[in-house]
C-alpha cells in the first residue's frame, strides 16, 4: 500500500490508549505524521508518567519503522516528527479544571505547532466514546475554527487546518482489542497516580476498567495474555483499598457492579 504524501496530519500525543491507536492508525498510513506532546500539569506524577510513556511509544515506532522498511520496502511505516511543547500552566487542583482546561491548551499548543508550509491540513485529537469531553466536540470544532481565523491572517492561499476527532466513533474496547500488546503495555492513563500507580478510582481509570472487563467477557482467550490484565488487578486492588473492601483480590465483578462501588463510595452515605 501506497504511504499518503498530500498531507501531514498532526496529532496530539499524550501516550494515553487513544492518541496511541490514532498515531499507530495514522503511521500506517501517511507518509510522515508529526505529533505534539503537550503538558498540561508540569511535574506531577502523571505528566512525568506521560512523558515516559511518550518516549517508550515513539522509540518502539522508529525500530517499527526500520525494521519493516528493511523487511517489507513495499508496505513502509510512516516517519514520525516529535514535536514536544512543554506547556505547563502550573498545577490544576482539581479533575474538573484539568476536564475544561484540557481542550483549550491543546489547541493553542497545536496553533502555536501548526506549519501550513509543511501541508498541516488536519490536527487530530483522540476523543472516544464515553470520554468526558465527546458532547463538546462540535463546540470545540467551533472554538477552533474562530481560533484559526483570527490568527492566520495571511495563510498565502492555504487552506485553515482543520480539527479532526478520527475515533470518535469508537469505544475503548475496539482500541484495547487492536492495539499491539507492547504498546499496551507503555500506555499511560491515570489522573491522580500516587507512587506511579494507577489510582483505580479517577474517571480514566474507570473507562479502562470498563473496557478490560468488557475484553474479559468478549475476548476470554486475548485477555489471559494481555499486558492490561495485571494493571487491571493492581487497580482493582487500589479501588479496593480506597473504598474499604476486605477482599482486596480481583472480583468476578461485572462493570455494573463497578460502577455501584464507585457510586456508593461518591454518595453522602458512602
Known amino acids: 500500500m501506497k504511504l499518503r504524501d498530500d498531507h501531514v496530519p498532526l496529532i496530539l500525543f499524550s501516550g494515553g490508549l487513544d492518541s496511541t491507536y490514532l498515531l499507530l492508525d495514522a503511521v500506517l498510513h501517511f507518509r510522515r505524521v508529526d505529533v505534539l506532546k503537550v503538558s498540561l500539569v508540569g511535574q506531577d506524577a502523571k505528566s512525568i508518567r506521560e512523558k515516559q510513556a511518550c518516549d517508550e511509544i515513539l522509540r518502539m515506532l522508529d525500530e517499527d519503522r526500520i ?5 517489507d520496502p513495499e508496505h513502509p511505516h510512516g516517519y514520525v516528527r516529535r514535536t514536544y511543547n512543554p506547556f505547563a500552566p502550573g498545577t490544576m487542583q482539581t479533575m474538573s479544571h484539568r476536564i475544561l482546561l484540557q ?6 499548543a497545536a496553533m502555536s505547532s501548526i506549519d501550513i508550509r509543511l501541508e498541516h491540513k488536519e490536527v487530530w485529537i483522540g476523543y472516544v466514546k464515553g470520554d468526558d469531553m465527546i458532547g463538546s466536540l462540535p ?6 475554527e474562530n481560533l484559526v481565523a483570527a490568527c492566520y491572517v495571511d495563510n498565502d492561499g492555504k487552506s485553515y487546518p482543520e480539527l479532526m476527532f478520527p475515533l470518535r466513533g469508537m469505544g475503548k474496547l475496539k482500541l484495547i482489542r487492536d492495539i499491539a500488546p507492547k504498546y499496551l503495555s507503555a500506555i499511560s492513563w491515570c489522573e491522580s497516580m500516587e507512587e506511579g500507580n ?3 478510582l479517577c474517571s480514566s481509570c474507570r473507562r479502562m476498567m470498563d473496557a478490560c472487563l468488557s ?4 475476548y476470554p482467550h486475548a ?15 487500589a479501588l479496593a483499598a480506597t473504598l474499604s473492601i476486605n477482599d482486596d483480590q480481583p472480583k468476578d465483578i461485572t462493570n455494573d457492579d463497578l ?3 464507585v457510586s456508593t463510595h461518591r454518595s453522602p452515605a458512602g
Do not use: H, N
Open 198 to 200: 494507577d489510582c483505580g
Open 215 to 218: 475484553m474479559r467477557e468478549f
Open 67 to 71: 525494521a519493516k522498511e528493511k523487511d
Open 259 to 261: 460502577a455501584q462501588m
Open 139 to 144: 463546540y470545540l470544532r467551533a472554538a477552533w
Open 103 to 108: 481542550p483549550v491548551i491543546w489547541m493553542w
Open 223 to 237: 485477555w489471559e495474555t494481555s499486558p492490561l490484565k495485571s494493571r487491571y488487578d493492581k487497580m482493582y486492588r
